[in-house]
């Protein structure tokens, strides 16, 4: 995923850092800088997004380039280009359904955590509610 940021014969190593470490981008950056490394910030879901959208973009291109065969083609030829265009098509639903059932599972447990989260919250706070009111 981060090809896209490095040249010929540059190694990277990706991490992924907790926000809910207080110096987790200052214990990156003391241990790398050094180093003479350059670092890139890339929010997760956002790097996961952008490599969801490659997938079908390659859908897309496999489909496009069926496409141009298509119309160059014999008339023999073109039904089993249509065929082929038609199953690239399915391909590419598939994975995008497949995709977004991901996506939605992703958010639910976000969600789910940040809920039982402030719960537990809560529920602290009714303790030490509890406890003044003894």
């Known amino acids: 995923m981060v090809a896209h940021f490095l040249g010929r014969a540059i ?4 991490a992924h850092i907790r926000s809910s470490i207080k ?37 897309e291109n496999e ?3 069926e496409r141009k065969q298509f119309k ?3 008339n023999e030829d073109k039904a089993r280009i249509k065929h082929k265009i038609e199953q690239l ?3 590419r639903r598939q994975r995008v359904d497949a995709l977004k ?14 809920i039982d989260k402030e719960q537990a919250k809560v529920s602290e706070l009714k303790q030490n509610l509890n406890k003044l009111e003894n």
Do not use: C
């Open 11 to 14: 190694r990277a190593v990706t």
């Open 23 to 59: 110096d987790g981008p200052l214990f990156v950056d003391s241990a790398v800088a050094p180093l003479g490394a350059n670092i890139f910030r890339y929010n997760v879901d956002d790097a996961q997004s952008d490599y969801e959208d490659e997938q079908v973009q390659q859908f």
């Open 72 to 74: 160059a083609a014999r």
């Open 89 to 91: 098509k399915e391909k």
């Open 101 to 114: 059932e991901k996506a939605n599972d992703r958010k639910k447990a976000r969600l789910t955590k940040a």
């Open 63 to 65: 489909i496009a380039e």
